[in-house]
Nanobody, 123 residues
Framework: VQLQASGGGLARPGESLRLACKAS????????IGWFRQAPGKEREFVIG????????TDAESVKGRFTISRDIAKNTVFLQMNSLNPEDTAVYYC?????????????????WGQGTQVTVSS
């Protein structure tokens, strides 16, 4: 089982980044996918998630209107589009997979985790 997160890097405030989460080793379309993030000295927090079929998404208040999530079932990949980035978005971003239909906001519900990718927003 593997979740490979990629696409992190350095962005200036107001810019965009696109993260990808490539899954392998488990039935991708039987799992919801969520993105979490953890900033230094802070707890891991839910960012956004997508249902098995991709027709339902759930996002945190802090990213509403700026972040969107999508999944390409044929490619076993979930994408996180992050627009209008600000310094508060700086964190390590993790993708995770959970059984069930709708994405959970609770990290304990997730079975598999990727290794994380660093996102830094700074001028």
């Amino acid at each position: 089982v593997q979740l490979q997160a990629s696409g992190g890097g350095l962005a200036r405030p107001g810019e965009s980044l696109r993260l990808a989460c490539k899954a392998s080793g488990f039935p991708f379309d039987d799992y919801t996918i969520g993105w979490f993030r953890q900033a230094p000295g802070k707890e891991r927090e839910f960012v956004i998630g997508i249902s098995r079929s991709g027709d339902t998404t759930t996002d945190a208040e802090s990213v509403k209107g700026r972040f969107t999530i999508s999944r390409d079932i044929a490619k076993n990949t979930v994408f996180l589009q992050m627009n209008s980035l600000n310094p508060e978005d700086t964190a390590v971003y993790y993708c995770a997979a959970a059984e069930g239909y709708y994405p959970s906001t609770y990290y304990g519900d997730y079975n598999y985790w990727g290794q994380g990718t660093q996102v830094t927003v700074s001028s």
